[in-house]
């Protein structure tokens, strides 16, 4: 089975421009989530989507915005580039999100897109 | 607030060594979950092992060996005998009971480079 994808690999944009990266998750799994890893950082939150329903949302400015669609893929765009939003955007997919039945699904993580802004 | 410590940026070792990579969390919740992920050079996070606060049973998996201490709040990672293959950045992270979603929060990382 395929696992998360994630497209494009990499992506150059100069500051001010707008960006959108994508994802398909796992068959079978209905929940996204997005994270930025800044080098030499752990990755950090950005979003979740379950159901096309937004079910969390980190720390990040309103520049940052994502949906989900029927077949579960989702988008994630970035408005008014800033040099700081250059970054690994990772995509993870889990069978669901929350901790349903005391179980805590395992997210499962793309390759990354990289983003520099220039 | 919730916050997890890796506070081992980085360890050199040499093939066949023993590593113990530390993990220390801070949470308010009497339930929660805690993972490890390997981030090898190509960049995709790798899960490795999940971990509910109400089980504190070590794990063995082949080399790999978890210690989860609630009266240390720690949850560390040994990696026996280790291999080139080994070399990685690893993250420890924390995912909350009381979330509609399941956030995780990350480390730093500890980047493990295990030479020949």
């Known amino acids: 089975d395929a696992g998360v994808t994630q497209s494009p690999t990499h992506l150059i944009k100069t500051r001010g421009q707008h960006v959108t990266l994508r994802c398909s998750p796992i068959?079978?799994?209905?929940?996204v989530s997005w994270y930025q890893q800044v080098l030499g950082q752990g990755p950090q939150f950005i979003f979740q989507?379950?159901?096309?329903?937004?079910?969390g949302r980190g720390n990040f400015p309103d520049r940052f915005s994502a949906r989900q669609f029927p077949n579960y893929s989702s988008e994630l765009n970035v408005n008014a580039l800033l040099l700081g939003d250059s970054a690994l955007y990772l995509c993870?997919?889990?069978?669901?999100?929350?901790?349903?039945?005391?179980?805590?699904?395992?997210?499962?993580f793309g390759p990354g897109t990289r983003l520099t802004v220039t | 607030a919730q916050k997890v410590t890796q506070a081992q940026t980085e360890i050199s070792v040499v093939e066949k060594e023993d590593v113990t990579l530390d993990c220390v969390y801070e949470?308010?919740?009497?339930?929660?979950?805690l993972f490890w992920y390997k981030q090898p050079p190509s960049g995709e996070l790798v899960f490795l092992i999940r971990?509910?606060?109400?089980?504190?049973q070590n794990e063995i998996s082949g080399r790999y060996s978890w210690n989860f201490q609630k009266s240390t709040s720690s949850f560390n990672f040994t990696i026996t005998a280790s291999q080139v293959v080994d070399s990685a950045v690893y993250f420890c992270?924390?995912?909350?009971?009381?979330?509609?979603?399941?956030?995780?929060?990350f480390g730093k990382g500890t980047t493990l480079s295990v030479s020949s």
């Open positions: 993870a997919s889990s069978f669901r999100p929350g901790l349903a039945g005391g179980m805590a699904y395992e997210q499962y």
């Open positions: 068959s079978g799994h209905k929940s």
């Open positions: 989507y379950y159901e096309k329903e937004e079910r």
């Open positions: 949470t308010r919740d009497t339930t929660y979950y």
């Open positions: 971990r509910n606060s109400f089980d504190e």
């Open positions: 992270a924390l995912s909350e009971a009381d979330q509609a979603g399941t956030a995780l929060i």
